[in-house]
């Protein structure tokens, strides 16, 4: 398959995925989203590649989510901008959900959406000069993609609290505090760090590799209720609308 946001390469049991929109700083659009989708239900019926590298082109991970596409729904069918909502849920669920192993390599930047996709792995590398923020509060956006849960089994509940709410910039050896990065790795040697854990998975018998994942994941997810408290897509919608909206007064003067 030929993607137009993604670059994928393939050696052995090992893939590397990375963010290929570098003039955007990464930004995930409907594109990348669909492209992530994809790839994870091709990998559902993988059974060579076992280990997954995500890690970014040019200078950084990824901005997170392209907000240049939030003024423009992409639809005038409401159930359909529904669902375009609930988008960055399903590409974090497609992530999470591989029975690959999975791990992040983050160099430069990882911020808002793409702190969550990193979140959704299983292990995290982060160069010593990387940062994070989480920047949606600040825009007048509620965090979505299911992301809090996932940030509150990570980090704890206060500490997603506060990150979240603040914005704060935070550097990859509080993240390596936190909990969010597992791997600290000198800058350049990022992928160098992720591809040595890969090995270190590849050495090891697949099935009981596979096993031990899936009852990780099962522990993990008796820890998360958030699904079960809010909806997600609604959320967005709720912030596109709004976005809509300021978009129009600020055309009328009314701002």
Known sequence: MNYETLKVEQDGGLMTVRFHRP??????????????????????DDFETRAVIL??????????????EWRDSGSVNELEV???????SRTSAAIENLDQITIAAVHGFAVGGAVVLAACCDLRVAGESAWFSIPEVELGLPLGWNALPRLAR?????????????????????????????????????ERVARDLAAKV??????????????????????EMGDAVYSDADLLLYSRLMAQRRARLEKEGRA
């Open 82 to 88: 529904r669902h375009t909502s609930g988008v960055g």
């Open 154 to 190: 990570e980090i704890g509940h206060a500490r997603a609290l506060e990150l979240t709410i603040t914005g704060d910039r935070f550097s990859a050896g509080q993240a390596r505090e936190y909990g969010l990065v597992t791997h600290l790795a000198p800058d350049g040697e990022e």
């Open 202 to 223: 590849l050495a090891r018998p697949p099935l009981p590799v596979a096993l031990t994942k899936a009852t990780i994941r099962a522990l993990k997810r008796g820890t």
């Open 55 to 68: 890690t970014g082109e040019g200078k950084g991970f990824s901005s997170g989510a392209d907000t240049s």
């Open 23 to 44: 003039d955007k700083r990464n930004a995930i659009n409907r594109q990348m989203h669909a492209e992530l989708q994809a790839l994870c239900r091709r990998l559902a």
